[in-house]
C-alpha cells in the first residue's frame, strides 16, 4: 500500500493517504499547522493504540484556517492544503520525501477570471506595462 498520493494547483495541495482500515471521521486526528502536517488513526492491531500515517515539516506554509480534511470511501483521508504563497509549485509535501521536478510541471490553462482580485489587477498592469514598452 502506497503511504500517499498528491496533487497540487498552485492555490493548493492536496494529500490522499490510504489508512489500510475502515475508519470514521471522528476517529481520525488530522493536525494541520503553518508548517507541519500530523495524520493518526486508531490501530488495526492494539486497542486503544494510535498509528501515524503522515507526519513532518511541510515544503512551504500553509494556510491553516482554509486548510480541510475529511474520509473518503472510510478508507482514506484526503486533506486538502492551502498555500501561503500562491505563487510556488511544491518539489514534496513533507521535507526529507522524494521529489518532484516542478519544472515539468503543467499548469492548466486559466484566465484572469481565476485569479484573486489582487492578483487579478497585478497582472492587468503588467499586461499594460509590457504593452506601452513594445
Not at 490501530?43 to 511541510?58: H, Q
Amino acid at each position: 500500500m502506497e503511504r500517499y498520493s498528491w496533487t497540487q494547483t498552485l492555490e493548493e495541495v492536496t494529500v490522499v493517504v490510504p489508512v489500510g482500515r475502515k475508519v470514521k471521521g471522528k476517529e481520525c486526528k488530522v493536525d494541520v499547522q503553518r508548517r507541519s502536517i500530523r495524520i493518526s488513526v486508531p490501530s488495526a492491531v492494539e486497542e486503544n493504540e494510535r498509528v501515524t500515517v503522515l507526519e513532518g515539516e511541510l515544503f512551504a506554509p500553509v494556510r491553516v484556517d482554509d486548510c480541510v480534511w475529511n474520509v473518503l470511501d472510510s478508507d482514506t483521508v484526503e486533506v486538502m492544503l492551502t498555500k501561503e504563497d500562491r505563487m510556488q509549485w511544491w518539489k514534496c509535501v513533507v521535507v526529507g520525501e522524494e521529489e518532484v521536478d516542478t519544472q515539468k510541471i503543467e499548469p492548466e490553462p486559466s484566465g484572469l477570471g481565476d485569479l484573486d482580485p489582487e492578483m487579478r489587477s497585478m497582472v492587468e498592469k503588467m499586461m499594460v506595462d509590457g504593452q506601452q514598452r513594445g
